[in-house]
């Protein structure tokens, strides 16, 4: 039956588990709109998660905006994961591909995760430039 029903399946489906549905929210917004906002509970979860997808790219660019101000990720993780409430989740302005540095903007941080992956893959080969 499961055979069956993965068959049918058209579109793709990320099967992520153990992994609640909030995070997976957050994680979206923060890729799409280059912020979130993350409940106490929900920062370690979502920091696990970008770095279980291999998002490192994000991780590097992750601020996070909390009650004692603006902060790095990791200072925020080595110092205030205790703190309470929700905190913002901010990717820096621009993000860089880390192989050929052509810059995008926060809100672009998936195009900058496929364009970087390509990069790596494509090392050495002059690759077309991306309109923005």
């Known amino acids: 039956v499961l055979r069956d029903l993965l068959i049918s399946v058209t579109d793709p489906v990320l099967i992520l588990p153990e992994v609640e549905l909030n995070t997976v929210w957050c994680m979206l917004d923060l890729l799409y709109s280059g912020r979130c906002v993350a409940s106490q509970q929900d920062r370690s979860k979502l920091v696990n998660l ?76 002059s690759l077309p430039l991306l309109s923005k």
């Open 50 to 125: 970008l770095s279980s997808l291999g998002l490192a790219m994000v991780l590097d660019n992750l601020e996070i905006e909390a009650q004692n101000g603006q902060q790095s990720l990791q200072d925020h993780l080595g110092n205030t994961i205790s703190e309470k409430g929700s905190a913002t989740f901010k990717l820096s302005p621009e993000l860089d591909c880390k192989v050929c540095g052509v810059k995008f903007h926060a809100r672009q941080a998936v195009e900058c995760f496929f364009h970087e992956r390509d990069c790596k893959g494509n090392s050495g080969k």
